[in-house]
């Protein structure tokens, strides 16, 4: 394998499931690469926020001159934005010597795409003299192959109903398995306002040091900025995150909670606080592009998601119609997604996505359909994010919004092609 693709594609080819929970082969391979970390690691998981406290732990480190490396998955358009070193995306000649390094190591463990790839970025991560690695988990907690690392904090974001099939049917299932990458001793910041019990008691029984939203550390705020104390600590006077939307004070929140925990090893100032708060970016995250008609794209994917993104549509004020782009997987509970967007979508857009996983336009359609109480709008089925949006860029006006979200491949199909080209007919 010469080149990054020819990799993913080997990596694709390896193992008979898509997704095996476990950590029994990656730590096998990981033992054989001899994979340290030495320095602070942060990893994070919970259903939905864990990107937004990824880039902005990641933000505020880099303002106060430390060296960081970030891992999340899965990407929006190349594979290569799975990882940044001190801010900037990894290339894919630096990728290549790791990929190189896990085939070496595996022998015959036969390993999945996400295993696979996971472990060589970390190897690049352990390589890249780092003062800290922020590692978001893929699916879950306790068995996901970012797990494999031990933690120096733990962060879990807010909780809610997704991939049930894998995690459990309910929310004290689901937080039993994120609360797998706490460990006895450290640091474990739950920043869900509400968390489920399992989580609460995992963390007493195992011995980690439990911050609660509320109890251990809270926020308040007006208008003009905010403000947030902690055990020992207080910022006061700070702007509002750059990273749109309500729910992200309580992200930011989890991540002043954590750099507090370890401001012995990685202190940070007020300053590159508010520096880094004020500078943070995040591709997909109810991203507002410029032109004429508005154009949002978001990943919510599913209900917890989907309600904030609809509070955040619902705050930014009147728009004459409302067009949406639309594309998910299978398995995702879609009947409370569509009635909590749909009294503000005035038009649907549903797309193919490229990957079987993929529940078809048609089949979205269908379901819309079958939505009680439903608004009776127009809908139509499109066989790409980039056709969909076209359709709905052609039948849009300037005042009106277009609204793309749904999975990762709805938001990166449109970011292919340079969004901002597509949308801005109307400006002269």
Not at 157 to 184: C, F, N, Q, V, Y
Not at 236 to 248: D, I, K, T, V, W
Not at 274 to 294: C, D, H, K, S, Y
Request: contains cysteine; proline residues 6%; hydrophobic residues 45%.
């Amino acid at each position: 394998m010469k080149t990054l693709e020819e990799w993913l594609a080997h990596c694709e080819r390896l193992h008979p499931k898509t997704i095996d929970m476990g950590l029994e082969r990656v730590r096998a391979v990981l033992e054989r690469m001899n994979l340290r970390f030495d320095c602070p690691v942060i990893t994070v998981a919970g259903t939905n926020g864990k990107g937004s406290t990824c880039a902005m732990t990641e933000a505020i480190c880099l303002q106060a001159g430390w060296r960081t490396g970030v891992y999340t998955s899965p990407h929006l358009v190349h594979f290569e934005e799975r990882c940044r070193i001190a801010g900037e995306i990894v290339k894919e000649a630096d990728l290549l010597p790791h990929f190189e390094r896990v085939e070496a190591a595996r022998q015959d463990t036969s390993l999945t795409y996400f295993e696979f790839t996971t472990l060589a970025i970390l190897g690049l991560m352990a390589a890249s003299n780092l003062d800290v690695a922020i590692l978001e988990v893929g699916l879950g907690g306790r068995l996901d192959a970012v797990n494999a690392i031990d933690t120096d904090c733990a962060i879990i974001t807010s909780i809610d109903l997704d991939h049930t099939e894998l995690l459990g049917p309910d929310r004290e299932s689901i937080g039993r398995e994120k609360a797998g990458i706490l460990r006895a001793g450290k640091p474990a910041i739950v920043s869900d306002p509400i968390p489920p019990h399992s989580v609460l008691q995992y963390a007493d029984a195992l011995g980690a040091d439990l911050w609660l939203l509320g109890r251990d550390y809270n926020f308040s705020g007006d208008k003009q900025q905010w403000a947030w104390a902690g055990r020992g600590r207080r910022y006061a006077g700070l702007a509002y995150p750059a990273l749109r939307g309500a729910n992200q004070l309580i992200n930011a929140s989890g991540v002043l909670a954590a750099l507090q925990t370890l401001r012995q090893r990685i202190p940070v100032t007020a300053q590159a606080v508010r520096n880094g708060l004020a500078m943070v970016e995040l591709p997909g995250r109810f991203q507002i592009v410029p032109g004429q008609p508005t154009l949002v794209l978001d990943v919510a994917h599913n209900p917890h998601s989907v309600a904030a993104l609809t509070a955040n549509l619902d705050a930014m004020g009147f728009y004459p119609t409302t067009h949406a782009v639309f594309g998910a997987m299978a398995d995702k509970d879609l009947a409370p997604m569509f009635a909590k967007i749909g009294p503000l979508v005035d038009r649907w857009y549903f797309t193919d996505l490229p990957t079987p996983r993929a529940a078809s336009a048609k089949d979205l359609q269908a379901r819309w359909q079958a939505t009680p109480g439903r608004r009776e709008v127009p809908s139509s089925t499109h066989a790409s994010p980039q056709a969909a949006l076209q359709a709905a860029v052609e039948l849009a006006d300037p005042a009106d919004r277009i609204l793309v979200f749904g999975s990762f491949f709805t938001v990166g199909g449109v970011l292919q092609q340079g969004v901002p080209r597509l949308a801005a007919k109307h400006l002269g």
